[in-house]
């Protein structure tokens, strides 16, 4: 289709007004009703130049058919012609003032009142204030939740200090709980290192006495169980017992 060429409706009119085609012509043109013949090309008397140029100048006035280059078909201008009119909204076959068979076969059709934009912006309307009633909710539910926000925003500030409170009483007992795990090491560590001074002492003892005997026992400090030595975390019960043993026995 060219860009800017007329419709079918506005060019059906002016060529009903011209008058150039043989029986296209208003039957009441206060009420916008018209007729075109409507032949059979197998009918006999039928003429391409007559009875098929409303059809043709349309399919040129389309750009389907260009004299000259085009080969004519009348049969596919009347089809293409039929679904156009047919595609038209305020355009209104009247069937019952058709006559459709026969030598003199024509159409009836009605020009509809351009009230199709009337209809559209009645549709339009509606649907504005359909969408104004459908807005209103909307719009409430988001002051709603603004509201909403804004209230949280402002209570904020208060529980994160206290989220704060809770993280510092928190940090407190947990350094408390690292200065007793201190406290308690540092102890065992002290206990500990007494009880090695504790042994070397003995071994230091048992080393001098067995050098003034001339003899060595059979155990060292680590078999004397039973003495109790206390400590301030740990008790340990050792049992020395240095038995006198006098030359006679070893004659």
Known sequence: MHQG??????????????????????????????????????????????????????????GRYKPGIDKPDPKTWKANFRCALNSLTDVKELQDRSIKKGHNAFRV?????????????????????????????????????????????WKFPDDRGASAGLMKDSEEERAQGLQINRTDEHEQTEAVLKIVDHLKTLDHWASSYDGERGWR?????????????????????????????SPAQYD
Request: net charge positive; hydrophobic share 35%.
């Open 5 to 62: 060429r007329l419709r079918l409706r506005p060019w059906l009119e002016e060529q009903i007004q011209s008058g150039r085609y043989p029986g296209v012509q208003w039957l009441d043109q206060s009420a916008r009703v018209f007729q075109i013949p409507w032949k059979h090309a197998a009918r006999h008397g039928w003429n391409i130049d007559k009875d098929a140029t409303l059809f043709r100048n349309w399919a040129i006035h389309t």
């Open 217 to 245: 026992p059979n155990s060292t400090w680590t078999g004397c169980l039973g003495e109790t030595v206390d400590f301030p975390a740990f008790s340990f019960q050792t049992d020395c017992n240095l038995h006198t043993i």
């Open 109 to 153: 059709y009605a020009l509809l009142p351009h009230c199709k934009t009337i209809r559209r912006r009645k549709a339009a309307l509606r649907y504005s204030d359909t969408d104004s009633k459908e807005a209103s909710p909307a719009a409430q539910t988001q002051r709603n939740s603004l509201e909403r926000f804004t209230e949280a925003f």
